[in-house]
């Protein structure tokens, strides 16, 4: 018998499998987007968050200058976006979404994966349909059952335009095993900096430098370039809270106090309550290390999203204002916890001319100051020629809906 008196709370059953996979193809209700349309201040707190100062994100004067005409948002920025376009949920949809199946599980992001088909400019307003488009079972890193389930995000600007594809995977694990492995763990150390290991990496700060206006030439590539590397961290908990002003909240929707209250009525699995029995949001195992403690996790950590968006920003400043990133794909495979500093780093792997496209393949990935890589990735960026500019890629769809039903076909 588990601590809320069932018998599956916290394990992973056939039963809850089943239902989840009867989900798949219902367009989900958002919350409301934290940022409902692009302008300067909501760009460059957004870049600020994850310490992209590229001024093609944060100055309008800059970017009317450039081939977008316009200052655009940065390519994750669509994590922050989206008004609902999913149509009213039938009785039987409502009921097959009541509750979650996998209540008591830990959830992990897995894995992520963009496509970007057109830039979002100064303006732009931005529609987004939600859904779940697959579920497997796998073996969980923990030991015990876990659930990998996919969740696609299709965004379109005001005119209908597909702006972009972002697929999600989650790993829900059964947490009891995770506690009980955590037992059998070596403690990390949490040693303090050195003056010499910090000299180093703010050396790495001053050095980096940005492509920007000077293009970048699919001629002038070749496999086996390197990209500039770029260091994050020691990652603090005010790194955590800068990136929650650009980012939102995301899980538990923003507002404190009263605010706060109305959502903890509504859903009051969100805000476990803290050592001093004060309900407060699941999210704090980001900044709280007694939360992070209580699942069996050495240290409060990351989120997954903030990694990718390291590693956006590491392309988008070698690439170049005129190149346009098209694919973006990794997998998050270690916990980045406060203290640790991550470097990213990347190299070309191939170079392609394909439908019309000049594809530069990159293989990119965050390595912690252990040697340890916590985020492999891999890349593909548009480069222009000296000829001709970059093409915009075409999606597979041009509606939401109909992009939804080959988003279902591409998983199934």
């Not at 057109?118 to 497997?136: E, M, N, S």
């Amino acid at each position: 018998m588990t601590n809320d008196g069932s018998e599956s709370f916290g394990v992973l059953t056939d039963q809850a499998l089943e239902r989840s996979r009867r989900r798949i193809g219902i367009p989900l209700r958002t919350d409301p987007a934290h940022i409902t349309e692009v302008n300067a201040d909501a760009t460059r707190h957004f870049a600020y968050g994850y310490g992209d100062g590229n001024p093609l994100y944060c100055d309008p004067e800059y970017g009317e200058k450039t081939r977008w005409g316009a200052l655009i948002a940065p390519p994750n920025m669509v994590y922050a976006m989206g008004e609902s376009a999913a149509p009213p949920l039938t009785e039987e949809q409502r009921l097959l979404l009541k509750g979650d199946p996998f209540a008591g599980l830990g959830s992990y992001q897995a894995a992520m994966e963009f496509e970007y088909h057109r830039p979002l400019r100064a303006g732009d307003r931005c529609r987004v349909v939600r859904a779940q488009v697959g579920v497997k079972e796998k073996p969980s890193s923990f030991g015990g059952r876990a659930a990998h389930v996919t969740h696609d995000f299709l965004y379109a600007n005001g005119d209908g335009e597909i702006v972009a594809v972002r697929r999600g995977t989650w790993i829900n694990a059964e947490r009891h095993t995770s506690r009980d492995r955590a037992k059998e763990k070596k403690p990390l150390s949490f040693d303090p900096y050195t003056d010499e290991q910090l000299a180093e990496i703010e050396a790495a700060y001053d050095a980096e430098t940005r492509r920007g206006a000077t293009p970048r030439y699919f001629e002038d590539v070749a496999v086996g370039d390197e990209i500039q590397p770029r260091v994050k961290g020691p990652l603090t908990v005010t790194d955590v809270v800068v990136w929650h002003i650009g980012w939102g909240m995301q899980l538990t929707p923003p507002g404190a106090f009263g605010l706060a209250r109305r959502i903890r009525r509504k859903a009051p699995g969100l805000y476990p309550r803290n050592a001093r029995n004060i309900p407060d949001t699941v999210q704090r195992l980001h900044w709280d290390p007694e939360r992070a403690a209580e699942l069996g996790i050495p240290m409060s950590y990351d989120y997954g999203a903030m990694r990718e968006t390291w590693l956006t920003h590491a392309l988008t400043d070698w690439m170049g204002d005129d190149a346009w990133l098209f694919k973006l794909r990794c997998e998050h495979r270690g916990f980045n916890y406060l203290g640790d500093t991550t470097w990213v780093r990347g190299r070309v792997v191939d170079k392609v001319r394909t439908e019309g496209r000049n594809e530069v393949h990159v293989e990119i990935g965050c390595w912690n100051q252990r040697g340890e890589q916590t985020t492999p990735g891999t890349a593909v960026v548009l480069l222009p020629t000296r000829d001709a500019p970059v093409e915009l890629p075409a999606p597979a769809a041009e509606t939401l809906e109909d992009l939804l039903a080959a988003e279902i076909a591409r998983h199934s």
